[in-house]
């Protein structure tokens, strides 16, 4: 039988993590040592209070059975979190917890917008950004991103028709792909126009907890009147090292977290009580740990970026996030090709730019995770190989 598949599936492309992963294993084969920096998981594991906690979960039965919802004792974690953290207040009708913000951003334009709706995303942006308002049919509208604006969008540049057509916006500092950080200022003006043109703000603040030169990552939520008009999603995964269990919240304005979870209740039975209570203790737990880690993000980034430096590659240290926004260095100017040669070359692998939107083209991004002393084995690896000319 010859199948047809929806249009809208068809237009999904593996792309260029298929191609990468296949020169990963020629190189494997080939007995070359392979430095991987495409892929964005912790090399971290999670606090041991964290695994006890789950560990225990596992042993009692009734944890195995439908969760149906966020128990008590998550929503009240996750209200003293975000109070202690962040200095915003929730009510429990303001939070839900979701399979990771990843299937979040694939689900919430279903609350949101019908199809032909305009959702404004950024360029280069997280490319679920924009597939999930896609997968229910609307209309993206992308706002770009500039080196020269720290990466932050200029309100001016949005079109005033497509700002009054837009149902919704992400926006999403630190922020992956770029690597740079928003300021008070920024968050102000964003609500301003969210107002101003009656559109939801959703804020995915996924690496809150990983901000560098000893700044503090912030809560969109935590900027007056930032409730009125979105929603925030915080993700456990980068800053407890649980990738893999897949929770995040979706907390903030309570009439879109109604509507959101009356979508989402008839998708799933609710977040398994083992990651609940995993969560909890991630929530309410020590959190020095989480700072550490951010300290020695930083020092990998250091190591990363001042070592390309020194070697000729004009790298800027990541302001935050586990990353780094290198442009292409000398004469390169397609990243898909300078990936696959740095590949052959130097058997480093970074994800190209281009993955990110039009805009990412002429950089590459690279993840910070491995320690210090394999970062610098991965330096000399491009010096020696002499790809930088
Ligand atoms: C910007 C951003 N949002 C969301 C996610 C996914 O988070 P989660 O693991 O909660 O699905 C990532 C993961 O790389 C990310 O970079």
């Not at 429990?92 to 199809?115: F, K, R, T, V, W």
């Not at 989480?290 to 004009?314: D, F, P, S, T």
Request: with cysteine; glycine share 8%; hydrophobic share 40%.
């Amino acid at each position: 039988m010859e199948f047809e598949f929806s249009k809208r599936s068809e237009k999904i492309q593996e792309g260029i993590f298929a191609a990468l992963d296949h020169k990963k294993t020629e190189l494997l084969a080939a007995g070359r040592k392979v430095y991987n920096f495409s892929v964005g998981t912790p090399d971290f594991s999670p606090q041991p209070h964290i695994m006890k906690a789950m560990a225990e979960a596992a042993m009692d039965p009734e944890n195995y059975k439908y969760a149906l919802t966020d128990r008590e004792e998550l929503l009240s974690a996750m209200q003293g979190f975000y109070q202690k953290r962040f200095g915003v207040e929730l009510e429990q009708d303001e939070i839900m917890s979701l399979y990771g913000s990843q299937e979040g951003m694939a689900h919430i334009a279903i609350a949101l917008c019908d199809p032909g709706d305009v959702v404004l995303v950024p360029n280069p942006g997280y490319p679920v950004f924009s597939l999930g308002p896609e997968l229910v049919g609307a209309e993206i509208e992308t706002y770009p991103l500039y080196a020269e604006n720290n990466f932050l969008p200029d309100f001016e540049d949005i079109p005033e028709e497509t700002a009054r057509k837009a149902r919704f916006m992400i926006v999403s500092y630190p922020a992956n792909p770029v690597c740079s950080v928003a300021d008070d200022a920024f968050y102000e003006r964003l609500t301003a126009f969210a107002r101003k043109y009656q559109i939801i703000v959703l804020h995915d603040n996924a690496y809150s907890d990983i901000v560098y030169g000893g700044k503090e990552g912030k809560s969109f939520l935590s900027y007056p009147g930032a409730k009125e008009v979105g929603i925030e999603f915080y993700s456990l995964s980068k800053s407890y090292n649980m990738t893999g269990l897949r929770i995040s919240f979706a907390v903030g304005n309570r009439e879109i977290i109604r509507q959101f979870r009356k979508v989402r209740s008839q998708i799933d039975y609710g977040t398994s009580l083992l990651v609940q209570k995993a969560a909890v203790a991630a929530l309410t737990g020590p959190q020095e740990a989480v700072k550490e880690q951010c300290r020695e993000y930083e020092r990998r980034n250091h190591a990363l970026c001042g070592g390309l430096r020194k070697i000729g590659w004009e790298v800027p240290d990541s302001q935050g996030t586990m990353f780094v926004w290198a442009p292409l260095p000398g004469k390169y100017k397609d990243s898909s090709r300078f990936v696959m040669e740095l590949m052959e070359k130097t058997g480093m692998i970074v994800t190209p730019g281009s993955a990110f939107g039009d805009l990412g083209e002429g950089y590459v991004r690279m993840a910070l995770v491995h320690p210090v002393p394999v970062i610098e084995e991965a330096v000399e690896a491009v010096r020696q190989s002499g790809i930088l000319g």
